[in-house]
């Protein structure tokens, strides 16, 4: 499954912890002897919107922006951002795709209804769909928080990189007192899918 | 595989960090910066080196002007932007331009092609041209760094500021950046007089101006040979022209073309265009925004397609760039449609109660730039303008002034804390000298909070985190000359509605500051507050707290038997619901209930 090169999508709301997931895996294939690029958007999109990133790897990265329809992966922090941006991903693409849902505002206050097909909508998007409940993973270890590090986890799978890189990418990246916790997020997301249940092309 | 190995010096940047980082290898002294995204980064990076000093300054005029004294104290300054930042800052570089530097000068503007976080789409290259700047533009956080560190021996070299220019996509793309000693000016700090170069009378200004165009020349000859500028030989029946992030498109749309990559956005190599244009068949340009290379490019004769093939609104992507070049449809699947999920206040912001008052009010707000600006959005849409930092004021005494009688008691302003101290003053001083009677409204949360919560004025503390003396709102709109400054706690939401009511219909000028701190302040966020929950068996439905806006509160939909099940009656459509982990216990929602159905949790 070793993968010269890829491009990662990742999907979620602001708050949820995407930025540190991708700095997470940024980290780990840095480590590991990628090029990598990110792109995300700051500010006005923090406050609750949708928010994305661009994740690139390989021997050589000139463009930091996925094109839609080209990315290997969708990492989905949240249902119906999966949906959103279910047109970044390739055909036979993978995603894996936190099972928790966020109402956005006209759902919250009743004008819209969430939607209750998301699942089988993305499965006509792909085959290789991942639905994962990472929201009740971080509450079993009492740290809401590491929502973002269990779906790395999950996504992990679906990544050219061993185990050791992200470990070695948290220890780096984080204070001290938060690494254990979130290596145990890491591996509670990794056992989430096991590998012989991941459908590969 | 791989063409980096793991060691030493090799980091993953932004392009701010990068920017930051160059700076400090630059030997960058002063940098001085009002936030604004997608510059923000670069001075909170760099503030965490040794020895530097930084600053917020209270807007970008005053952040310009420090590093202008910086540089001629002799050592090297930094200013930074965002794009519209420039345009507050464009008097003291337009002159800057004139007197040149001593220490290494550069101001950093970055721009926000596709608005992700911004009122326009303004092109900054046009000020390069405009104020006689010299300006590199990097297409990655490498080059963002090798950049900063060149811009400040240009500086230096040739006696002028310099401008670098980012975008978003490279302010807030990572990439590998290799990391370098630091070095610095080869002279000692100092202030040398020299009244023909610092004092812009006429008579030394229209000498200088001599200076610049001689500058200018020799930067063209510069720009001819350094090799940020260059050519990258390939298929030659495609040369396209680029740079910036665009440079990154071209070379995965068209990896086999040739292309003419540009560093220095300002001055241009015209000998480099030339030897291009007659190596391939067809030229296209490829850039963001408007057509300031294409510009150049045609005035020198040569046949090349730029506009009418690549949109001149919103940034590009590798797709977008193949497909107007190639003319061939590239099909992708087409977005789902979905609810949309826009930005909103955050569970326990303090605007959300004064907007909601202020809709009830049915009054006119004129708003201004900053998270506030979320409240023109529904369920609140209670914002009626947002043109730039600090226009509320001043729109609200116009349009008072336009309606006359009519307009008595009916425009409000509405402005945030580090936006009035930016630029807001200056509307309110106007609002009483020319005896105005519009009522402004001063969210003060503490905070610059939009950007991601910088200190300023009004906060008590630098950028470096030591505490300082705060500038004391209420007095200072005194002083002004408003007779009339109230402070409300605006989650005590009827109090603050009676004192709009009051202020709003008094024909004289007043204030009222809204006090209480963002609720994503570390202080705030540590505090224990309490949390509400909705009584199911009290809550008919009517929907009064929903139209807050708050996050946390959700609307759960019934069918007539799910209703009739919850021990409704058939006919509730639904009902509302607190979400724990969202509630932030700001007490803006129990007083809107009127069947008492909401109540903190006791536990």
């Given at each position: 499954?070793?993968v010269p090169k890829g491009d990662v999508f990742l999907a979620g709301v602001g708050g949820q912890g995407t930025l540190l997931a991708s700095e997470v895996l940024c980290d780990a294939f840095l480590l590991s002897g990628f090029d990598v690029k990110k792109s995300e958007v700051h500010g006005m999109a923090?406050?609750?919107?949708?928010?994305?990133?661009?994740?690139?790897?390989?021997?050589?990265?000139?463009?930091?922006?996925?094109?839609?329809?080209?990315?290997?992966?969708?990492?989905?922090?949240?249902?119906?951002?999966?949906?959103?941006?279910?047109?970044?991903?390739?055909?036979?693409?993978?995603?894996?795709?936190?099972?928790?849902?966020?109402?956005?505002?006209?759902?919250?206050?009743?004008?819209?209804?969430?939607?209750?097909?998301?699942?089988?909508?993305?499965?006509?998007?792909?085959?290789?769909?991942?639905?994962?409940?990472?929201?009740?993973?971080?509450?079993?270890?009492?740290?809401?928080?590491?929502?973002?590090?269990?779906?790395?986890?999950?996504?992990?799978?679906?990544?050219?990189?061993?185990?050791?890189?992200?470990?070695?990418?948290?220890?780096?990246?984080?204070?001290?007192?938060?690494?254990?916790?979130?290596?145990?997020?890491?591996?509670?997301?990794?056992?989430?899918?096991?590998?012989?249940?991941?459908?590969?092309? | 595989?791989?063409?980096?190995?793991?060691?030493?010096?090799?980091?993953?940047?932004?392009?701010?960090?990068?920017?930051?980082?160059?700076a400090f290898e630059a030997g960058v002294k002063v940098a001085s910066a009002y936030p604004g995204t997608p510059s923000t980064e670069i001075l909170e990076n760099f503030v965490r080196y040794e020895g530097v000093y930084a600053e917020w300054a209270p807007n970008e005029k005053v952040a310009v002007e420090?590093?202008?004294?910086?540089?001629?104290?002799?050592?090297?300054?930094?200013?930074?932007?965002?794009?519209?930042?420039?345009?507050?800052?464009?008097?003291?570089?337009?002159?800057?331009?004139?007197?040149?530097?001593?220490?290494?000068?550069?101001?950093?503007?970055?721009?926000?092609?596709?608005?992700?976080?911004?009122?326009?789409?303004?092109?900054?290259?046009?000020?390069?041209?405009?104020?006689?700047?010299?300006?590199?533009?990097?297409?990655?956080?490498?080059?963002?760094?090798?950049?900063?560190?060149?811009?400040?021996?240009?500086?230096?070299?040739?006696?002028?500021?310099?401008?670098?220019?980012?975008?978003?996509?490279?302010?807030?793309?990572?990439?590998?950046?290799?990391?370098?000693?630091?070095?610095?000016?080869?002279?000692?700090?100092?202030?040398?007089?020299?009244?023909?170069?610092?004092?812009?009378?006429?008579?030394?200004?229209?000498?200088?101006?001599?200076?610049?165009?001689?500058?200018?020349?020799?930067?063209?000859?510069?720009?001819?040979?350094?090799?940020?500028?260059?050519?990258?030989?390939?298929?030659?029946?495609?040369?396209?022209?680029?740079?910036?992030?665009?440079?990154?498109?071209?070379?995965?749309?068209?990896?086999?073309?040739?292309?003419?990559?540009?560093?220095?956005?300002?001055?241009?190599?015209?000998?480099?265009?030339?030897?291009?244009?007659?190596?391939?068949?067809?030229?296209?340009?490829?850039?963001?925004?408007?057509?300031?290379?294409?510009?150049?490019?045609?005035?020198?004769?040569?046949?090349?397609?730029?506009?009418?093939?690549?949109?001149?609104?919103?940034?590009?992507?590798?797709?977008?760039?193949?497909?107007?070049?190639?003319?061939?449809?590239?099909?992708?699947?087409?977005?789902?449609?979905?609810?949309?999920?826009?930005?909103?206040?955050?569970?326990?912001?303090?605007?959300?109660?004064?907007?909601?008052?202020?809709?009830?009010?049915?009054?006119?707000?004129?708003?201004?730039?900053?998270?506030?600006?979320?409240?023109?959005?529904?369920?609140?849409?209670?914002?009626?303008?947002?043109?730039?930092?600090?226009?509320?004021?001043?729109?609200?005494?116009?349009?008072?002034?336009?309606?006359?009688?009519?307009?008595?008691?009916?425009?409000?302003?509405?402005?945030?804390?580090?936006?009035?101290?930016?630029?807001?003053?200056?509307?309110?001083?106007?609002?009483?000298?020319?005896?105005?009677?519009?009522?402004?409204?001063?969210?003060?949360?503490?905070?610059?909070?939009?950007?991601?919560?910088?200190?300023?004025?009004?906060?008590?503390?630098?950028?470096?985190?030591?505490?300082?003396?705060?500038?004391?709102?209420?007095?200072?709109?005194?002083?002004?000359?408003?007779?009339?400054?109230?402070?409300?706690?605006?989650?005590?939401?009827?109090?603050?509605?009676?004192?709009?009511?009051?202020?709003?219909?008094?024909?004289?000028?007043?204030?009222?500051?809204?006090?209480?701190?963002?609720?994503?302040?570390?202080?705030?966020?540590?505090?224990?507050?309490?949390?509400?929950?909705?009584?199911?068996?009290?809550?008919?439905?009517?929907?009064?707290?929903?139209?807050?806006?708050?996050?946390?509160?959700?609307?759960?939909?019934?069918?007539?038997?799910?209703?009739?099940?919850?021990?409704?009656?058939?006919?509730?459509?639904?009902?509302?619901?607190?979400?724990?982990?969202?509630?932030?216990?700001?007490?803006?929602?129990?007083?809107?209930?009127?069947?008492?159905?909401?109540?903190?949790?006791?536990?």
């Amino acid at each position: 499954m070793t993968v010269p090169k890829g491009d990662v999508f990742l999907a979620g709301v602001g708050g949820q912890g995407t930025l540190l997931a991708s700095e997470v895996l940024c980290d780990a294939f840095l480590l590991s002897g990628f090029d990598v690029k990110k792109s995300e958007v700051h500010g006005m999109a923090q406050r609750g919107g949708s928010v994305t990133t661009h994740l690139r790897f390989g021997p050589k990265v000139f463009s930091p922006l996925i094109e839609p329809g080209k990315a290997d992966l969708l990492i989905a922090f949240e249902k119906m951002e999966a949906l959103r941006f279910a047109h970044y991903l390739r055909t036979g693409g993978a995603m894996v795709v936190n099972a928790q849902e966020i109402l956005p505002p006209s759902v919250a206050t009743g004008q819209e209804r969430y939607p209750r097909d998301v699942a089988e909508r993305l499965r006509a998007v792909t085959d290789r769909l991942h639905m994962v409940d990472a929201l009740a993973a971080a509450l079993s270890m009492r740290e809401v928080r590491t929502v973002n590090i269990v779906l790395v986890g999950a996504a992990s799978h679906f990544l050219p990189l061993p185990e050791a890189a992200y470990e070695e990418a948290l220890s780096a990246r984080l204070q001290e007192k938060f690494v254990a916790v979130n290596v145990q997020a890491f591996r509670a997301g990794r056992a989430l899918l096991q590998p012989l249940t991941v459908k590969r092309h | 595989m791989s063409v980096l190995v793991k060691k030493e010096g090799i980091r993953l940047l932004s392009g701010n960090e990068a920017i930051a980082r160059g700076a400090f290898e630059a030997g960058v002294k002063v940098a001085s910066a009002y936030p604004g995204t997608p510059s923000t980064e670069i001075l909170e990076n760099f503030v965490r080196y040794e020895g530097v000093y930084a600053e917020w300054a209270p807007n970008e005029k005053v952040a310009v002007e420090v590093a202008i004294g910086a540089s001629m104290g002799g050592v090297r300054a930094l200013a930074a932007m965002k794009h519209v930042g420039v345009n507050v800052a464009a008097d003291p570089i337009f002159t800057a331009s004139y007197t040149g530097v001593r220490g290494g000068l550069v101001i950093v503007t970055a721009d926000d092609p596709e608005l992700h976080s911004s009122q326009n789409e303004q092109d900054n290259r046009h000020y390069a041209v405009a104020a006689k700047i010299p300006m590199l533009e990097p297409s990655d956080s490498f080059e963002a760094k090798e950049f900063t560190r060149l811009a400040f021996e240009l500086s230096e070299k040739y006696d002028t500021p310099v401008f670098l220019r980012t975008t978003t996509r490279i302010s807030h793309a990572k990439g590998v950046v290799r990391l370098g000693e630091p070095s610095g000016p080869a002279f000692p700090p100092g202030f040398t007089p020299d009244p023909a170069k610092w004092v812009m009378l006429p008579v030394n200004a229209k000498r200088r101006h001599v200076v610049v165009e001689e500058r200018t020349k020799a930067l063209r000859e510069f720009a001819e040979t350094w090799d940020g500028n260059r050519i990258e030989w390939g298929d030659r029946s495609l040369g396209i022209v680029t740079s910036g992030v665009s440079y990154q498109y071209v070379k995965e749309a068209f990896p086999d073309a040739s292309v003419l990559k540009i560093g220095l956005a300002w001055p241009l190599p015209e000998r480099l265009f030339r030897e291009f244009a007659a190596g391939v068949s067809r030229v296209v340009v490829v850039e963001e925004l408007d057509p300031h290379l294409e510009t150049h490019v045609k005035a020198l004769g040569i046949p090349a397609q730029g506009k009418e093939l690549i949109p001149i609104v919103g940034e590009l992507d590798p797709r977008i760039v193949r497909q107007a070049i190639t003319g061939e449809a590239i099909p992708v699947r087409a977005p789902e449609p979905v609810p949309p999920r826009p930005p909103n206040l955050c569970p326990g912001c303090p605007h959300r109660g004064l907007f909601f008052a202020l809709k009830k009010l049915k009054v006119t707000v004129t708003g201004d730039i900053g998270c506030s600006t979320l409240a023109a959005l529904p369920p609140l849409g209670a914002m009626d303008s947002c043109i730039c930092m600090g226009a509320s004021i001043g729109n609200a005494h116009g349009m008072e002034k336009a309606l006359g009688k009519d307009g008595a008691g009916k425009v409000v302003a509405v402005i945030g804390d580090s936006t009035f101290l930016h630029s807001g003053v200056t509307g309110l001083m106007n609002v009483v000298y020319n005896r105005g009677g519009s009522t402004t409204i001063l969210l003060d949360n503490d905070i610059t909070a939009m950007t991601g919560a910088q200190q300023n004025p009004a906060t008590g503390k630098t950028l470096h985190g030591e505490p300082t003396r705060r500038t004391d709102l209420p007095a200072l709109c005194r002083a002004l000359g408003v007779e009339h400054v109230y402070t409300v706690d605006p989650h005590d939401m009827k109090r603050t509605e009676e004192v709009l009511r009051r202020e709003v219909a008094r024909p004289e000028p007043s204030v009222i500051i809204t006090k209480a701190p963002c609720a994503l302040l570390p202080d705030h966020r540590r505090k224990i507050r309490p949390v509400y929950e909705v009584i199911a068996d009290l809550c008919t439905g009517c929907k009064a707290c929903s139209r807050l806006g708050c996050p946390a509160i959700e609307w759960v939909p019934f069918t007539p038997e799910e209703a009739v099940d919850a021990g409704k009656k058939a006919t509730q459509k639904g009902m509302a619901r607190i979400s724990p982990l969202l509630c932030d216990g700001c007490n803006q929602c129990p007083p809107l209930c009127k069947f008492q159905a909401i109540l903190e949790i006791k536990s």
